[in-house]
């Protein structure tokens, strides 16, 4: 019987999906294991062979756990929302609905063919999903939670006594028996009132001022706003002042948004790195992102103004060096300061910069620029005026958007004073480290000052706050880069926030009103007064009293009042699908609290190291506000991280000659110059060479049908480069197509046998052929007469069978222990090949190396293990046992040297003897062609060691 893989891979598919082999249970004794996968997003591109290789991986491991006898939740579904399905939409006029269910479950196309789908893609490569736990974040039963935790931290606010959540009308009582004046919370509200002044305001004045303490309030914030898409992006959706899709230009502009409090987590969310199994590079990401800051807030004085500026700094002990400052080009003061002579100059600058991202401005540290003001500061410690400039690189998010330059001790900041030629002060402090730590220059002016003279940095770091809070001028402080996240999006695809509108106060929906659904919409785009495509809906009116979505027609604002037009963000559903698996059918809450704290924590998560400070940040975030209301136990979401490398692509590239349609073969562009290379696609290319196909290059595209093409010896030739996998690359390769040639199982031993999970590698089909070889030997050992009969041995296992088995036993476990899982491939190999040597057929045997293979090709490993006479899946067969007495060798090879010099090897029993030992080397057949008739002078042995003859 020969290996028929589609046959198997499709028997035990269908099997699997039958019988739930992989359904988790909430009921067990079994101890517990979450495995996931980041949330995929079904792309109409669907799989390329790329895509695969994290859930491999976390396949592999979730059936090695089960053999381990535990109980595996595996789950997964889709982040179904998004920008790309809103897109097609725009163009096609078709919902996003109907996109997204043929992305994930296959429809027809305008040929009347089948399209596949995402889940018949994952089905095909044999995964270990619990598919009846599937969920999609645009399904309304899904985002009816969404929306219900943006409620729940819409009516909350942050304790930093107690560094927690707590619901905002206990707020509201604290404010009515004694003012705000001792509530220590995370708040943008800087007035202080009496319980007096809180009891005479107005409704709208309360609501204003309770805006300012909520986890999710709506304030003016500076956003990433891209007008082609008539949206706000998030920053990791902005690459070189572009959108990531479409690649059209964003602006920085201050807009009117939804914001999460996430600043009150700040510290929560930095400790925690410490409790949880991630790489070192995530979490310094995240470290930095958060950006923790020790130093003082001091407020400077606009020369000749009532103006004040409060500036943030890490190192205080250096204001006597402070001889310039920047603000934001966004802070508000600009304006107030600017002096005449400088608006047109200022207002320039400002245009500008908007234009880049701040993850750009950041990065950008060696262009300089800037503008003055017009306007001084007066430094409070020297008493000098000090120029005002605005610069792109302070940013008004981070620290109060304004700093006190001192370019003697930084090079930012000196690389801008030489520029605007501003003085250098250096601070003179007695030849202390803080001195040592200054910029090594030592031009300009030379400061020595009697307060800071002989202290150490944090010596003199307290000496100075002490000043400026004796002078009532600052204090010290803590800062965070981290700012509050920009959760609105002016998009039409996503959840709709539960929000209606009284007098321009924002008060959330009941409840019992959830889910608030998508309203139709004639387009998906902005409508002409550039309102969001919700403001399209002519039926999204909110009425209080039926508690019911109504026509806008109805709007009285009496009982009747707008809904909000924004949706929430892409993060938004992603930020609790761990939690939703636990329970996903639960109609009454997100999740039951018995199962989310069963399932605690995920284990294992597998996905990309490009969602560190986003969605790996966001889900933490709200994980800990969960937490502190005691909806599950646990405060972080994901224990254990790993995250897969890239699997990399063979491009094909073409070279144009400029301002022709002509063509030159790769290996002759040195004959010419000026030339453009042109991506093709690798299904051009004539088997594995790298020959182009020409008449299939001319029906490509139109571009290249009337095209010349200069041959080298009757051929076209390309050049090849390893990238990335991308379908603009056009050198993506099908899973499915490996499925149909390979199968599954050789599809998933050789992306783990291409190397490390962590590391990007790149893809050659022809490796995939190797692989399929070693799976067809691997068949063929449990069958006879050239695999044509299964046959087994029921005989007891010789001591070179078992050390051969329990070796790969020992060598695979401690490879799944350590997620090694590409030197693993290489193990069932040589195994595979030492058991066909001695032609070993033995059950005992056979069995262990079965349940060794199947996390890795489960396929196979189960059509054998039915052939072993074996009616349950081999899924849950306890993991073959290692024994180390196997490995214990009851020989020695001894190296036999003459006169010092090793000249072969001799296995001889541990238990000889010296004299024994002696008799064996002196019969061995190579020992007399060294001894060259003489007879040895002495034979010198050392048990376990070595045997020297000397002549």
């Known amino acids: 019987m020969q290996y028929n893989f589609q046959e198997i891979e499709k028997k035990w598919q269908k099997k699997w999906m039958e019988q739930q082999t992989f359904a988790a249970s909430n009921n067990t004794d079994k101890p517990k294991f979450y495995v996931l996968d980041m949330f995929p997003y079904p792309s109409g591109a669907g799989l390329h062979v790329g895509h695969p290789l994290g859930y491999i991986a976390s396949d592999i491991y979730a059936r090695y756990k089960r053999h381990q006898g535990y109980n595996v939740l595996h789950p997964i579904g889709y982040d179904s929302f998004g920008l790309p399905a809103e897109q097609y939409a725009i163009q096609t006029g078709q919902h996003p609905a109907i996109t997204t269910e043929v992305n994930i479950n296959g429809g027809i196309d305008n040929k009347n063919t089948i399209i596949a789908g995402y889940n018949h893609q994952l089905k095909k490569l044999g995964f270990s999903f619990d598919w009846s736990r ?50 220590n919370a995370c708040t943008s509200q800087n007035e202080i009132f009496s319980a007096e002044n809180w009891n005479s305001f107005s409704e709208e004045q309360k609501q204003t001022i309770i805006l300012n303490y909520r986890l999710a309030y709506r304030a003016e914030t500076t956003v990433n706003w891209c007008p082609a898409l008539g949206t706000v ?155 005002i400039y605005i610069a792109d690189y302070v940013l008004f ?110 008060y959330a929906l009941p409840e019992s009103a959830l889910p608030l659904l998508l309203p139709k919409v004639e387009k998906y785009l902005p409508t002409e007064d550039g309102n969001p495509p919700l403001g399209r809906a002519t039926q999204w009116a909110w009425d209080i009293e039926n508690e019911q979505v109504v026509s806008n027609e109805l709007i009285d604002h009496s009982t009747i009042f707008p809904l909000d037009l924004n949706t929430m963000p892409g993060w938004a559903g992603s ?8 329970d996903s059918a639960n109609n009454f809450c997100l999740a039951d609290k018995m199962k989310i704290n069963y399932w605690e924590n995920v284990d294992l998560y597998i996905g990309g190291s490009e969602h560190a400070t986003g969605h790996l940040l966001y889900s933490r975030f709200w994980n800990k506000f969960l937490k502190d209301y005691g909806y599950l136990s646990h405060e972080e979401p994901f224990q254990k991280l790993i995250n897969q490398g890239m699997i990399l692509g063979q491009s094909a590239y ?125 068949w063929k050992l449990y069958h006879s007469g050239e695999g044509e009969t299964f046959y087994i041995s029921e005989e007891n296992p010789t001591k070179e069978e078992q050390r051969i088995i329990h070796q790969l036993i020992k060598k695979i476990k401690d490879d799944l222990d350590h997620f090694s899982f590409n030197t693993s491939i290489s193990s069932f190999m040589i195994a595979t090949n030492d058991l066909v040597k001695i032609k070993c057929y033995k059950r005992e045997i056979l069995e262990s190396l079965c349940i060794l293979i199947s996390p890795y090709a489960p396929h196979i490993a189960e059509e054998l293990w039915e052939k072993l006479g074996h009616e349950n899946s081999i899924e849950f067969q306890p993991f073959t046992e290692f024994n180390a007495e196997y490995l214990i060798s009851d020989t020695y090879e001894y190296p036999v040297s003459f006169n010092g010099k090793v000249r072969f090897k001799i296995e001889i029993p541990i238990s000889a003897t010296p004299q024994e030992i002696e008799e064996a080397v002196r019969a061995h057949e190579k020992t007399p062609n060294y001894l060259d008739g003489k007879q040895p002078k002495k034979i010198i042995v050392v048990p376990k060691r070595i045997v020297n003859i000397v002549i």
């Open 134 to 183: 599937e969920v999609r974040t645009s399904d309304p039963a899904y985002y009816k939670w969404t929306q219900w935790i943006f409620i729940q931290l819409f009516n909350s606010w942050y304790c930093n006594d107690k560094q927690k959540a707590r619901p905002i009308d206990e707020l509201i009582e604290i404010f009515s028996r004694q003012g705000n004046a001792q509530v």
């Open 575 to 582: 930020s609790w699908y761990y939690l939703r698996y636990t």
């Open 654 to 778: 073409i070279y144009r000659i400029n301002g022709t349609n002509n063509f030159i073969s790769y290996n002759l562009l040195k004959e010419v110059q000026n030339t453009t290379p042109l991506h093709i696609d690798v299904k051009l290319l004539k088997g594995t060479t790298n020959e182009v196909d020409l008449d299939q290059l001319r029906n490509w595209r139109d571009e290249f049908k009337n095209a010349e093409f200069i041959l080298e010896e009757g051929k076209f030739i390309c050049n090849r480069e390893v990238e990335k996998m991308s379908k603009s690359y056009y050198n993506v390769i099908n899973p499915d197509d490996v499925c149909e040639e390979y199968g599954a199982d050789s599809l998933r031993m050789y992306e783990m046998f291409l190397g490390p999970i962590e590391q990007a590698k790149p893809w050659n089909t022809q490796g995939l052929s190797g692989v399929h070889g070693f799976l067809k030997k691997f």
């Open 233 to 387: 992006l998030a920053n990791d959706e902005v690459v070189n002042g572009v959108s990531e899709r479409g690649g059209y230009p964003v602006y920085q502009k201050n807009m009117m948004q939804w914001s999460m409090r996430i600043t009150a987590y700040s510290e929560r969310l930095l400790s925690g790195l410490e409790t949880i199994d991630w790489s070192e590079s995530i979490k310094e990401s995240q470290r930095n992102w958060i950006g923790k800051s020790l130093g003082a807030e001091v407020i400077f004085s606009v020369a000749d103004s009532d103006v004040t500026v409060k500036i943030f700094t890490t190192r205080p002990d250096t204001i006597y060096g402070a001889t310039y400052m920047v603000i934001a080009p966004e802070h508000p003061l600009v304006d107030q300061i600017t002096t005449g002579n400088y608006y047109e100059a200022v207002n320039q600058y400002k245009d500008q910069s908007i234009k880049r991202s701040e993850r750009e401005r950041i990065a950008d540290a060696k262009t300089v620029s800037g503008q003055f003001t017009g306007a001084y500061a007066v430094n409070p410690f020297t008493h000098k005026n000090i120029p």
């Open 397 to 506: 998010g981070y620290g109060t958007g304004a700093i006190m330059a001192v370019p003697a001790h930084d090079d930012r900041d000196h690389r801008f004073a030489k520029h605007f030629g501003l003085p250098i002060v250096e601070v003179i402090k007695g030849g202390t480290d803080v001195q040592e730590e200054a910029f090594s220059s030592k031009e300009g002016t030379c400061i020595n000052s009697e307060i800071l003279n002989g202290l150490t940095v944090k010596e003199a770091q307290s000496k100075i706050i002490a000043e400026i809070e004796k002078m009532k001028i600052g204090h010290g402080t803590t800062q965070y880069r981290l700012r509050d996240a920009v959760f609105s999006r002016q998009r039409y695809w996503g959840e709709p926030i539960p929000i209606y509108y009284k007098n321009n106060i924002p």
